[in-house]
């Protein structure tokens, strides 16, 4: 199956700061990245569609200022927190789908585990 | 968007059992995946299955389309099973998948 990576899978920021997580599609090409974010013993929730080369579509309640996003390439998708406060401490995970499977299967990266001080 | 139950919410077994889990969802669809998310958080694709039936080992999922349901069985469970298994249909080509709260499952040796 196709592979997803993140980068990095853990880190630790101080309150105030900004952190980058990118995201890869390493043996396919994806136009469409989506970034998730997912608290302790909940469900996945979507936070933002990523196109390539166009500007990503966030869902309903999440700051676009807050979590920048680009996605400058086929195979790349990067997420910016910035200004990161505790509350932003979470499990962020990017998923890619495939089209050229002719399923559309989506496929997730290990995800990043962000941690806020 | 499509709503989707999965049940049991949570599940116990004992190593070596058999288990399914069913999903209940509210509309038709062309797009059906089953996750596994390990207690790593590394969400593991299982199956793509719209409609039919499709086996992996010890996995196998049949979705029945027109009564909007889908099974995921597990047999002879092993304690690497545990972790949260998702059922996430969609209708809409392209676009990003909604996740419900999933099934639980713990398997102890």
């Given at each position: 199956g196709a592979v997803v990576s993140q980068h990095p899978s853990r880190v630790i920021c101080k309150s105030g700061t900004s952190v980058k997580i990118e995201c890869r599609s390493l043996d396919f090409q994806a136009t469409t990245m989506f970034w998730y974010r997912q608290f302790p013993k909940q469900s996945l929730m979507l936070m933002a569609t990523s196109n390539e080369g166009s500007k990503a579509t966030y869902e309903q309640g999440v700051e676009k200022d807050k979590f920048l996003i680009n996605h400058?390439?086929?195979t790349l998708s990067t997420l910016t927190v910035t200004?990161?406060?505790?509350?932003?401490?979470s499990f962020y995970i990017c998923s890619a789908r495939d089209l050229t499977s002719g399923y559309h299967e989506q496929y997730f990266g290990p995800g990043t585990r962000l941690t806020v001080t | 968007g499509i709503q989707v139950e999965q049940s049991p919410p949570d599940l116990i077994l004992q190593e070596g059992a058999n288990s399914t889990l069913r999903c209940n969802f509210s509309d038709s669809v062309n797009n059906l995946q089953w996750f596994h998310q390990n207690p790593w958080g590394q969400l593991i694709n299982l199956f793509y299955i719209p409609s039919g039936t499709k086996q992996n080992g010890r996995l196998s999922a049949t979705t029945v389309a027109t009564e909007r349901y889908s099974l995921l069985y597990i047999s002879?469970?092993?304690?690497?099973?545990s972790g949260v298994y998702f059922c996430v249909p969609s209708n809409q080509a392209g676009t990003a998948l909604i996740f419900g709260k999933g099934t639980t499952l713990s398997v102890s040796s």
């Open positions: 400058a390439s086929l200004s990161a406060h505790p509350e932003d401490s | 002879s469970s092993q304690t690497t099973d």
